[in-house]
Protein backbone atom coordinates (compact mmCIF):
# COMPACT_ATOMS: atom_id res chain seq x y z
CA UNK A 1 0.00 0.00 0.00
CA UNK A 2 1.63 3.52 -0.99
CA UNK A 3 2.46 5.61 1.85
CA UNK A 4 3.71 8.76 2.52
CA UNK A 5 7.44 8.64 3.59
CA UNK A 6 9.66 10.25 5.79
CA UNK A 7 13.15 10.28 5.02
CA UNK A 8 14.63 10.89 8.43
CA UNK A 9 13.60 10.63 11.57
CA UNK A 10 14.50 13.22 13.91
CA UNK A 11 12.79 16.06 15.57
CA UNK A 12 10.22 17.44 13.20
CA UNK A 13 9.29 13.70 11.58
CA UNK A 14 8.55 12.80 15.01
CA UNK A 15 6.78 16.41 15.80
CA UNK A 16 4.96 15.74 12.42
CA UNK A 17 3.81 12.25 12.69
CA UNK A 18 2.97 12.60 16.33
CA UNK A 19 0.83 15.34 15.29
CA UNK A 20 -0.82 13.74 12.54
CA UNK A 21 -1.97 10.64 14.65
CA UNK A 22 -3.08 12.99 17.55
CA UNK A 23 -5.31 14.72 14.99
CA UNK A 24 -6.98 11.29 13.90
CA UNK A 25 -4.75 10.75 10.19
CA UNK A 26 -4.96 7.54 9.10
CA UNK A 27 -3.01 7.45 6.26
CA UNK A 28 -0.27 5.20 5.85
CA UNK A 29 3.54 6.49 6.83
CA UNK A 30 6.52 5.37 6.47
CA UNK A 31 10.19 6.59 7.89
CA UNK A 32 13.32 5.85 6.53
CA UNK A 33 16.48 6.14 8.94
CA UNK A 34 19.84 4.67 9.22
CA UNK A 35 19.53 5.19 13.29
CA UNK A 36 17.39 2.40 14.66
CA UNK A 37 16.81 4.11 17.97
CA UNK A 38 15.15 6.92 16.10
CA UNK A 39 13.05 4.59 14.42
CA UNK A 40 12.13 2.23 17.02
CA UNK A 41 11.48 5.70 19.31
CA UNK A 42 8.92 6.18 16.42
CA UNK A 43 7.02 3.01 15.53
CA UNK A 44 6.44 3.31 20.11
CA UNK A 45 5.01 6.67 19.80
CA UNK A 46 3.38 6.93 16.83
CA UNK A 47 2.44 3.64 14.68
CA UNK A 48 4.71 4.32 12.31
CA UNK A 49 5.85 1.98 9.80
CA UNK A 50 9.72 2.11 9.28
CA UNK A 51 12.60 1.21 6.67
CA UNK A 52 16.13 0.72 7.11
CA UNK A 53 16.63 0.59 3.42
CA UNK A 54 16.13 3.73 1.09
CA UNK A 55 15.11 1.43 -1.29
CA UNK A 56 12.24 -0.13 0.58
CA UNK A 57 11.18 3.39 1.80
CA UNK A 58 10.78 4.59 -1.61
CA UNK A 59 8.81 1.41 -3.31
CA UNK A 60 6.50 2.59 -0.63
CA UNK A 61 6.11 6.55 -1.27
CA UNK A 62 3.23 8.25 -2.98
CA UNK A 63 3.89 11.60 -1.18
CA UNK A 64 7.95 12.40 -0.10
CA UNK A 65 9.28 14.20 2.45
CA UNK A 66 12.68 15.29 2.83
CA UNK A 67 13.06 16.15 6.56
CA UNK A 68 17.14 15.94 6.99
CA UNK A 69 19.26 18.80 7.75
CA UNK A 70 20.06 21.16 5.28
CA UNK A 71 23.61 19.40 4.66
CA UNK A 72 22.26 16.28 4.23
CA UNK A 73 19.92 16.86 1.23
CA UNK A 74 22.23 16.62 -1.42
CA UNK A 75 23.42 13.12 -0.24
CA UNK A 76 20.13 11.96 0.37
CA UNK A 77 18.85 13.31 -3.23
CA UNK A 78 21.82 11.55 -4.44
CA UNK A 79 21.02 8.54 -2.56
CA UNK A 80 17.44 8.32 -4.33
CA UNK A 81 18.89 9.15 -7.70
CA UNK A 82 21.48 5.77 -7.15
CA UNK A 83 18.19 3.16 -5.14
CA UNK A 84 16.94 2.75 -8.66
CA UNK A 85 13.46 3.21 -7.77
CA UNK A 86 12.21 7.01 -8.92
CA UNK A 87 10.76 9.33 -6.48
CA UNK A 88 6.84 10.05 -6.40
CA UNK A 89 5.70 12.92 -8.60
CA UNK A 90 4.88 14.92 -5.38
CA UNK A 91 7.89 15.70 -2.93
CA UNK A 92 8.29 18.01 0.07
CA UNK A 93 11.82 19.86 1.69
CA UNK A 94 11.38 20.72 5.19
CA UNK A 95 15.38 21.38 5.01
CA UNK A 96 15.67 25.33 5.88
CA UNK A 97 17.57 27.59 3.83
CA UNK A 98 17.65 25.02 0.55
CA UNK A 99 15.75 26.93 -2.32
CA UNK A 100 13.29 25.29 -5.18
CA UNK A 101 15.89 25.72 -7.68
CA UNK A 102 18.50 23.26 -5.80
CA UNK A 103 15.88 20.85 -5.33
CA UNK A 104 14.39 21.17 -8.86
CA UNK A 105 17.90 20.36 -10.29
CA UNK A 106 17.75 17.01 -9.51
CA UNK A 107 14.69 14.74 -11.11
CA UNK A 108 13.16 17.17 -12.89
CA UNK A 109 11.09 17.75 -14.62
CA UNK A 110 9.32 14.64 -13.21
CA UNK A 111 8.79 15.50 -9.73
CA UNK A 112 7.17 18.38 -8.26
CA UNK A 113 8.57 20.22 -5.67
CA UNK A 114 7.73 21.89 -2.16
CA UNK A 115 8.87 23.61 0.39
CA UNK A 116 7.53 23.29 3.84
CA UNK A 117 8.52 24.79 7.14
CA UNK A 118 6.43 23.29 10.10
CA UNK A 119 7.01 24.18 13.53
CA UNK A 120 7.62 21.49 16.51
CA UNK A 121 4.52 22.66 17.90
CA UNK A 122 2.83 20.69 15.63
CA UNK A 123 3.40 17.88 17.63
CA UNK A 124 0.03 19.39 20.04
CA UNK A 125 -2.13 20.76 17.00
CA UNK A 126 -1.11 24.28 17.39
CA UNK A 127 1.88 24.28 14.74
CA UNK A 128 2.32 26.73 11.91
CA UNK A 129 3.60 25.39 8.31
CA UNK A 130 4.59 28.00 5.63
CA UNK A 131 4.36 26.46 1.86
CA UNK A 132 5.78 27.88 -0.93
CA UNK A 133 5.14 25.51 -4.08
CA UNK A 134 7.59 25.19 -7.27
CA UNK A 135 5.70 26.38 -11.10
CA UNK A 136 4.76 23.05 -11.90
CA UNK A 137 2.74 21.96 -8.63
CA UNK A 138 -0.72 21.69 -10.19
CA UNK A 139 -3.88 23.11 -7.94
CA UNK A 140 -4.98 19.37 -7.07
CA UNK A 141 -1.36 18.62 -5.19
CA UNK A 142 -1.34 22.22 -3.45
CA UNK A 143 -4.89 21.36 -2.33
CA UNK A 144 -3.34 17.95 -1.05
CA UNK A 145 -0.29 19.73 0.82
CA UNK A 146 -2.37 22.41 2.29
CA UNK A 147 -4.92 19.73 3.77
CA UNK A 148 -1.77 17.21 5.01
CA UNK A 149 -0.22 20.11 7.10
CA UNK A 150 -3.58 21.66 7.96
CA UNK A 151 -4.08 18.88 10.24
CA UNK A 152 -1.34 19.97 12.57
CA UNK A 153 -1.75 23.47 12.93
CA UNK A 154 -2.23 26.92 11.03
CA UNK A 155 -1.00 26.91 7.14
CA UNK A 156 0.13 29.92 5.33
CA UNK A 157 1.27 29.64 1.76
CA UNK A 158 4.33 32.79 0.48
CA UNK A 159 6.30 33.40 -1.72
CA UNK A 160 9.66 31.41 -1.77
CA UNK A 161 11.96 35.29 -1.73
CA UNK A 162 10.14 35.41 2.34
CA UNK A 163 10.68 31.98 2.93
CA UNK A 164 14.31 32.75 4.37
CA UNK A 165 12.95 35.52 6.85
CA UNK A 166 9.84 33.24 7.86
CA UNK A 167 12.23 30.81 9.01
CA UNK A 168 13.71 32.89 11.23
CA UNK A 169 10.92 34.35 12.97
CA UNK A 170 8.75 32.08 13.13
CA UNK A 171 10.90 29.56 15.34
CA UNK A 172 9.14 28.20 18.78
CA UNK A 173 12.84 28.89 20.14
CA UNK A 174 11.92 32.57 20.27
CA UNK A 175 9.45 31.96 22.44
CA UNK A 176 11.75 29.43 24.82
CA UNK A 177 14.12 31.82 24.86
CA UNK A 178 12.38 35.05 25.96
CA UNK A 179 10.73 32.45 28.62
CA UNK A 180 13.94 31.54 29.80
CA UNK A 181 15.38 35.16 29.93
CA UNK A 182 12.43 36.64 31.53
CA UNK A 183 12.03 34.00 34.25
CA UNK A 184 15.96 34.49 34.78
CA UNK A 185 15.41 38.01 35.74
CA UNK A 186 12.62 37.35 37.79
CA UNK A 187 14.61 34.33 39.94
CA UNK A 188 17.00 37.65 40.21
CA UNK A 189 14.53 39.77 41.40
CA UNK A 190 13.75 37.76 44.22
CA UNK A 191 10.99 34.90 42.98
CA UNK A 192 11.43 31.20 43.46
CA UNK A 193 12.16 29.61 40.09
CA UNK A 194 8.29 28.17 39.84
CA UNK A 195 6.72 31.19 40.51
CA UNK A 196 8.94 32.76 38.23
CA UNK A 197 8.35 30.78 35.55
CA UNK A 198 4.62 30.48 36.15
CA UNK A 199 4.88 34.82 35.99
CA UNK A 200 6.71 34.94 32.94
CA UNK A 201 4.63 32.03 31.10
CA UNK A 202 1.68 34.16 31.88
CA UNK A 203 3.28 37.45 30.11
CA UNK A 204 4.33 35.68 26.96
CA UNK A 205 1.50 32.82 26.79
CA UNK A 206 -1.63 34.45 28.31
CA UNK A 207 -1.03 37.75 26.72
CA UNK A 208 0.07 36.51 23.35
CA UNK A 209 -3.51 34.35 23.36
CA UNK A 210 -5.60 37.41 24.66
CA UNK A 211 -4.47 39.20 21.32
CA UNK A 212 -5.26 36.00 19.36
CA UNK A 213 -8.76 35.95 20.61
CA UNK A 214 -9.69 40.23 21.23
CA UNK A 215 -8.56 40.92 17.46
CA UNK A 216 -7.25 44.41 18.98
CA UNK A 217 -3.98 45.89 17.78
CA UNK A 218 -0.71 45.29 19.33
CA UNK A 219 -0.35 48.88 20.09
CA UNK A 220 -3.61 48.86 21.80
CA UNK A 221 -2.41 46.15 23.87
CA UNK A 222 0.56 47.85 24.47
CA UNK A 223 -1.16 50.55 25.68
CA UNK A 224 -3.46 48.65 27.90
CA UNK A 225 -0.91 46.62 29.75
CA UNK A 226 0.96 49.56 30.21
CA UNK A 227 -0.15 52.75 32.15
CA UNK A 228 2.27 55.49 32.18
CA UNK A 229 4.09 56.11 35.28
CA UNK A 230 3.70 52.00 36.43
CA UNK A 231 6.32 49.37 36.61
CA UNK A 232 5.14 48.03 33.14
CA UNK A 233 6.07 51.22 31.59
CA UNK A 234 8.78 51.73 33.49
CA UNK A 235 10.50 48.26 32.49
CA UNK A 236 9.84 48.32 28.49
CA UNK A 237 10.98 51.49 28.13
CA UNK A 238 14.44 50.36 30.13
CA UNK A 239 14.43 47.13 28.18
CA UNK A 240 14.28 49.41 25.05
CA UNK A 241 17.10 51.78 25.87
CA UNK A 242 18.92 48.77 26.60
CA UNK A 243 18.73 47.78 23.24
CA UNK A 244 16.23 45.20 22.68
CA UNK A 245 14.87 46.21 19.62
CA UNK A 246 18.18 45.65 18.50
CA UNK A 247 19.09 42.54 19.67
CA UNK A 248 15.97 40.64 18.23
CA UNK A 249 16.70 42.45 14.64
CA UNK A 250 20.56 41.88 14.74
CA UNK A 251 18.66 38.09 15.69
CA UNK A 252 17.02 37.72 12.31
CA UNK A 253 19.56 38.93 10.54
CA UNK A 254 22.17 36.49 12.05
CA UNK A 255 19.20 33.87 10.48
CA UNK A 256 19.10 34.95 7.38
CA UNK A 257 22.67 34.61 7.00
CA UNK A 258 22.41 31.38 8.00
CA UNK A 259 19.37 30.46 5.80
CA UNK A 260 21.89 32.18 2.80
CA UNK A 261 24.74 29.50 3.89
CA UNK A 262 22.18 26.48 3.92
CA UNK A 263 21.72 27.57 0.07
CA UNK A 264 24.90 26.79 -0.96
CA UNK A 265 25.05 23.51 -0.20
Excluded at 40 to 56: M, P, Y
Excluded at 89 to 99: E, T
Amino acid sequence: MKATVFLGGGRITSALVAGLRLAGYRGEIVVYDRNPAKLQALRREAQVETARELKTAMLRAEMLIVAVRPESVAGILDEIADCGVAPPKLCISLAAGIPLKNLRSRFRPAVHWVRAMPSPVCRVGRGLTALSFGRNVSKSERSQVHKFFGQVGAVVQITEKKFDAFTAVYSSSHGYHALATLAAAAEDAGLDRATALSAAAHALGDGILYWRQSGKPVADLLREAATPGGIAAATLSAMTASGYARAVRNGIRAGLRQARSNAKR
